[in-house]
């Protein structure tokens, strides 16, 4: 058995299909993952969950005014959640066949459907959330019993959880409930210690609580206490005729759950500690001994296996997260033997978990809507999926999290595009965008990631930043090619230009996201021609001096050869080249390998940073169009 569909109208951050988004979400049997920014409705969705399934823990779960959604001042007066799940055994559809849903297609499901209606306060009377919990669609079908309530329970592991006073005994202890449910407990309730053969020791838990009750009791110790209490201290209270007396005992009863109840489970100390010693253990460690004992019940269960996480990356350091996301994945296959698949929903916020994980399984969550990256709900081709299981690392991952994205294809672009759009007022930091920087043979992999295959648009904006890759005619000191292939811009015809540029635009656009084409060359070659030529001049000159050195050049350094360059850029800019030919002249210690791109880039960005070559406005309308394109699109900003 596991959750086909949950869907709810009115509840938190989701609306009724109207002004906002309802929730309407299929999920995949195995791993489901919910990405995307703060506040964006991923806890909503399990919460959603929560509330119409309840969960194991058994906790206090109640509807509150606030889980009414809201738009302006008006506040939603009903809401409903509902949960389908399908794939139940033959045992379990008897368990609950009076409330089974029998589909037109000869299927079984069981509908959950809880309703809520918020009565405002009135005078002397305070406000109050009236539910009811029924099967069947729009639940038509009887009310949720019992067999049902204990059969679809699921699973939940709250954020930033306190995993050590989770697993401390106690009554009702979480890990009482999992040790009363494990496969291997059955039989233990039998008290097999004889009385006759005190020294025989049991099999059974009960039998050893019960043993070791008797054999304590016997201690002289134990008893010379006891008699202590009762014969100088209790019986001088008794009355005539009364009398006082008192038993020291482990258990006041010896029954299985309160023997569970004094259970507690915490990791042994690190290898240089002895094992008998206490020792208190970090916080990400207690999370995984938690998490590994959850998954234990789940494994052996007969009821709903259904793992509710939130952010399982707590306290966890990165490669610590990778190999629990791992074990997260395979424990959702069921790849150990006998053992079964159990479905696990999580959110997180760790680019390391978004990683590592199959792009197939999330669900990027944006202003209370689902968008699902599984096969046949993106444009990502098979071999995008793959190409990206191998490829995509922590930093790419930020993409799943960013509020806009500009798909870089080096370096030097991820290195100079955040530091022109911070000093031309188009902050990547203040606007939450991702610059990625995927190399020279990832773009359009990656770019479809974010478009639905149903043409619908994911209101997050992704610029693909690429070069045209076309010599101009005054970069002499480019070789033709050898194969008579098209290089230089007198090869092509404007229309053949036109067809160039457009093949790559097509290849990767749709939905919010663009693709933005070089003007002319590459990146560095158009800056210097389009009003950035003193910058990237200078830029280059100062790589050039560090290459030549091999290491970075000191402030000292730096200073003589700026000086230098200024020197150098008067002869250049008053020598009489056209634009062009002052670019490609630029532009060409990048190309002979006399200096570093990546390098270049990170100087022009340490000199952009000194407001010495424009700031604002200014600087902005000295970008090549391309760029200004890229960053209105990627911050909203209308052209003025």
């Known amino acids: 058995m596991h959750l086909k569909r949950i869907r709810a109208s009115n509840f938190r951050a989701f609306g009724d299909g109207t002004v906002a988004p309802s929730l309407d979400w299929e999920l995949a049997p195995g791993l489901n993952i919910l990405v995307g920014e703060n506040d964006s409705g991923k806890t909503s969705v399990i919460d959603a969950i929560r509330y119409v399934l309840w969960t194991t823990s058994y906790e206090f779960i109640r509807l509150f005014e606030t889980d009414f959604h809201i738009t302006g001042t008006t506040r939603a007066r009903s809401l409903f959640i509902e949960a389908t799940l399908v794939d139940l055994d033959p045992e379990q559809e008897a368990s609950v066949l009076e409330w089974m849903t029998h589909e037109a297609d000869g299927s079984h499901s069981l509908i959950v459907f809880l309703q809520a209606r918020w009565v405002p306060p009135k005078a002397n009377k305070r406000g109050r959330v009236e539910a009811i919990t029924c099967s069947g669609p729009n639940g038509t079908g009887p009310e949720i019993g019992t067999a049902v309530r204990e059969l679809i329970r699921a699973t939940y592991l709250r954020p930033l959880r306190d995993a050590e006073a989770e697993l401390r005994p106690g009554r009702q202890s979480r890990l009482s409930q999992i040790l009363g449910a494990h496969k291997r407990i059955d039989g233990q309730e039998q008290n097999d210690f004889d009385l006759a053969a005190?020294?025989?020791?049991?099999?059974?838990?009960?039998?050893?609580?019960?043993?070791?009750?008797?054999?304590?009791?016997?201690?002289?110790?134990?008893?010379?206490?006891?008699?202590?209490i009762n014969d100088n201290y209790l019986n001088k209270f008794a009355f005539a005729g009364d009398a006082l007396s008192s038993r020291i005992q482990i258990a006041p009863e010896l029954g299985l759950q309160p023997i569970l109840e004094r259970f507690e489970l915490a990791l042994l100390p690190s290898s240089?500690?002895?094992?008998?010693?206490?020792?208190?253990?970090?916080?990400?460690?207690?999370?995984?001994l938690f998490m590994a004992t959850e998954l234990v019940l789940l494994r052996d269960g007969d009821e709903l296996g259904l793992l509710l996480i939130e952010e399982p990356e707590a306290h966890l350091h990165p490669q610590l997260q990778e190999r629990v996301q791992l074990l997260l994945e395979r424990t959702s296959k069921a790849a150990e033997p006998d053992s079964r698949p159990v479905q696990i929903i999580m959110t997180t916020h760790s680019p390391s978990l978004a990683a590592g994980a199959d792009i197939a399984s999330l669900t990027l969550?944006?202003?209370?809507?689902?968008?699902?990256?599984?096969?046949?709900?993106?444009?990502?081709?098979?071999?995008?999926?793959?190409?990206?299981?191998?490829?995509?690392?922590?930093?790419?991952?930020?993409?799943?999290?960013?509020?806009?994205?500009?798909?870089?294809?080096?370096?030097?672009?991820a290195l100079l595009l955040p530091a022109l759009a911070a000093a031309s007022g188009y902050s990547f930091n203040e606007y939450g965008i991702s610059c990625v920087n995927v190399g020279g043979v990832g773009l359009y992999h990656y770019a479809r990631i974010l478009q639905p295959i149903d043409g619908s648009a994911i209101p997050i904006p992704v610029a693909c930043i690429t070069d045209r890759d076309i010599v101009p005619n005054e970069a002499t000191y480019i070789s033709p090619p050898k194969n008579n292939r098209k290089r230089f811009e007198k090869d092509y015809t404007p229309e053949e230009v036109e067809a160039l540029v457009k093949t790559k635009v097509d290849r990767a656009q749709g939905g919010s996201t663009i693709v933005c084409v070089s003007n002319n060359w590459t990146l560095e070659f158009d800056l210097a021609l389009h009003?950035?030529?003193?910058?990237?001049?200078?830029?280059?000159?100062?790589?050039?001096?560090?290459d030549s050195r091999g290491e970075r050049l000191t402030e000292e350094d730096e200073k003589k050869t700026l000086v230098d360059a200024g020197e150098r850029w008067k002869e250049l800019s008053n020598a009489g080249h056209s634009p062009v030919e002052l670019a490609s002249l630029i532009y060409q210690p990048l190309v002979e390998k006399e200096a570093s791109k990546a390098i270049t880039a990170q100087y022009a960005a340490h000199l952009i940073s000194t407001g010495d070559y424009g700031k604002g406005d200014e600087l902005f309308n000295k970008l090549p169009p391309y760029l200004q394109q890229a960053l209105r699109h990627l911050t909203g900003r209308a052209k003025p």
């Open 272 to 288: 240089t500690i002895d094992p008998g010693e206490r020792c208190i253990r970090g916080l990400g460690y207690n999370n995984a």
């Open 365 to 413: 969550v944006n202003r209370a809507r689902l968008f699902s990256l599984a096969h046949g709900k993106t444009k990502l081709l098979k071999s995008d999926y793959e190409f990206l299981r191998r490829f995509i690392d922590a930093t790419k991952a930020n993409l799943f999290f960013a509020r806009g994205v500009a798909i870089v294809e080096g370096p030097a672009e």
């Open 531 to 546: 009003g950035c030529a003193q910058l990237m001049h200078d830029a280059i000159h100062l790589a050039k001096k560090a």
């Open 198 to 228: 005190p020294a025989t020791v049991p099999s059974n838990l009960v039998g050893l609580m019960a043993f070791a009750q008797h054999h304590l009791g016997e201690h002289q110790v134990i008893r010379d206490v006891q008699d202590d």
